[in-house]
């Protein structure tokens, strides 16, 4: 049985998610603009510095470098940190405007470290399960090669196709802890609790927020600080479908 709070309409409204999500960024894009470009050129320190790092691991008689594998051990850490930023601090502005409320710049930028622990874990979770999944292909194409070599695509291609799965089984999970709140088990049991009865629906919004992120690195940097704000109201607003929440009594009528 579904816990308390899922509702379970009969499906997933693509269209008016899209048109509320667009009309929420719509209303206020400067603060998610300006936000994505500060996390943004903060997660482009730590791609640099990883990559500049690796480069000197070794130090030219062929011994590690501690001081430069701190470096990249912390660097590798802002990077994952900075992501999480990103996601939460859109999410969250997602939602204050599709409360009809303006999002704060001031508010994005500021970090919730519950927020984090649980969007983190959540995440944390998913990718384990897809790790997990892609370990078991890979051993089973391994067995399989070794018996009959011309089968061996075939756990791979289920592997694949379970991963596709559980992407858009998981599709609202982050929102779910992030804005529910809910701890990352519980976001991954409801968020497939609410997915399943119309999975195909949930596919097709997946398939939407990829088209509308990809259409973003066509003008690179610039285009993603508007097509991912764009795609995480989107997002929301599906979550909005799914998990209303109490009326608001500030929001316009």
Do not use: K
């Not at 289920?158 to 596709?164: K, M």
């Not at 609202?172 to 049991?189: D, E, N, T, W, Y």
């Amino acid at each position: 049985m579904p816990e308390p709070g899922v509702a379970t309409p009969p499906a997933i409204a693509i269209r008016r998610a899209v048109e509320e999500g667009w009309g929420a960024f719509s209303r206020a894009p400067v603060p998610f603009v300006a936000f994505t470009l500060v996390t943004g050129a903060i997660n482009l320190v730590g791609q640099l510095t990883i990559q500049a790092q690796q480069e000197q691991l070794l130090t030219p008689f062929g011994q590690p470098d501690r001081r430069a594998e701190l470096t990249l051990i912390l660097a590798w850490i802002g990077w994952g940190l900075s992501n999480l930023w990103l996601a939460l601090g859109l999410l969250q502005g997602a939602h204050q405007a599709l409360g009809h409320h303006r999002p704060r710049l001031r508010r994005m930028l500021r970090p919730d470290g519950r927020a984090m622990l649980r969007g983190g874990g959540t995440l944390a979770l998913v990718l384990l399960v897809l790790s997990l999944i892609a370990r078991l292909a890979q051993a089973s194409a391994w067995l399989i090669a070794l018996i009959q070599p011309a089968l061996a695509w075939l756990p791979l291609l289920a592997g694949w196709a379970v991963g596709i799965y559980l992407v858009t089984d998981q599709l609202l999970c982050l929102p779910i802890s992030v804005l529910g709140p809910a701890a990352p088990l519980r976001a991954f049991r409801l968020g497939r609790q609410a997915i399943d009865p119309h999975w195909l629906q949930a596919l097709g919004l997946t398939l939407v927020l990829g088209l509308v992120v990809l259409a973003g690195f066509l003008f690179l940097l610039i285009g993603l600080a508007i097509t991912l704000p764009v795609a995480t109201c989107i997002q929301v607003a599906a979550y909005r479908q799914l998990f209303p929440g109490p009326p608001d009594p500030e929001a316009p009528a």
